[in-house]
């Protein structure tokens, strides 16, 4: 006997607003598989609004009702019996959040739920991260946005640590990460890790995603510090325009991936890793995975 039915997760985020839309496919005697199906990616950047003036903009409120509305019908159009829509750091300090949260159900009757750091962090938890993580191994997971960082600590497959760090692209860009949140990052990880011989990173975001892309790695291989590195240093010798057009970046991409591989270079570096694993995951897909084994409320259309 198979069964298929389609889940929905929607991810506001400071850089960029996703809708992730997954075949959950059950089949007797068999584990749950979980498909992607389609993913529209939208970058309407919340945080240059929340992190310099505490507010989202009138025309950026009006960018996410029409974004959302969007989703609500792509999501019909896919029959999506389940969803759930995520609103994270750009959000959840913007001082109009619920009038935001009123004009998105006023236009598409959508719901979104404001989550905080550590919910981010266990959401994404949820995802198929297990799957890459080898027993007897440290691992100290890093999932950049562009708000916040959260970083997790697993060891022999158990989570040991985990904290979200206002650290992401779109504050690094706009200079609003003070010295004394990179120092105390730094003493966190060094805190946490100092129990272990050897650690390895895994990173999760849109942009080692594509950092992971460019380096034509094969799937599960991992990116090295001295590959980051160097990638950092010719990100930094090229110009924003130069990235759009002899790197072939997206605009809204060229800028945020310079703070984000620094994230990821500071990252290996405190922690002494020389190693970072890209599974290509993200809190979409915890999402919908946490629809699945009912650990977050979710919705119907």
Same mark, same amino acid.
């Given at each position: ?12 985020? *400071? ?42 903009? *009138? ?24 969803? =759930? ?69 697993? +060891? ?41 011989? =050897? ?34 240093? =010719? ?12 790197? +072939?970046?997206?605009? +809204? ?36 995975? *946490? ?11």
């Amino acid at each position: 006997m198979l069964s298929i039915k389609k889940y929905a997760a929607i991810d506001i985020g *400071s850089n960029a607003v996703r809708l992730l839309i997954s075949n959950i496919i059950e089949e007797k005697g068999k584990p749950v598989r979980f498909k992607k199906s389609s993913l529209v990616r939208v970058p309407i950047r919340l945080g240059a609004d929340v992190f310099l003036k505490n507010t989202i903009s *009138s025309k950026n409120i009006g960018r996410l009702q029409d974004t959302i509305l969007a989703f609500k019908l792509l999501m019909k159009s896919h029959n999506v019996v389940r969803y =759930k829509a995520c609103a994270t750091s750009a959000m959840r300090e913007a001082n109009n959040q619920k009038e935001v949260v009123n004009a998105i159900y006023k236009v598409s009757k959508i719901e979104i739920d404001i989550i905080n750091g550590e919910e981010e962090a266990t959401i994404i938890a949820a995802t198929d991260l297990r799957e890459f993580i080898e027993k007897g191994k440290t691992y100290l997971y890093v999932d950049v946005g562009g708000g916040s960082t959260e970083f997790t600590v697993i +060891d022999n497959g158990v989570q040991k640590a985990s904290k979200s760090f206002k650290i992401g692209t779109v504050r690094l860009l706009n200079n609003l990460v003070k010295n004394n949140i990179w120092v105390e990052l730094e003493q966190w990880i060094k805190g946490n890790i100092k129990a272990y011989e =050897k650690i390895e990173v895994i990173g999760s975001g849109g942009n080692i995603n594509k950092i992971f892309k460019m380096s034509d790695k094969a799937f599960g291989e991992p990116l090295t510090y001295f590959y980051l590195s160097s990638l950092y240093h =010719k990100l930094g010798s090229y110009t924003y325009e130069e990235r759009i057009t002899e790197m +072939d970046l997206n605009q +809204d991409r060229a800028d945020v991936i310079i703070p984000a591989t620094r994230i990821y270079l500071s990252a290996m570096k405190w922690s002494g890793a020389k190693h970072l694993y890209v599974p290509k995951i993200g809190l979409s897909d915890g999402i919908i995975k *946490s629809i699945y084994n009912n650990t977050v409320s979710s919705k119907t259309l």
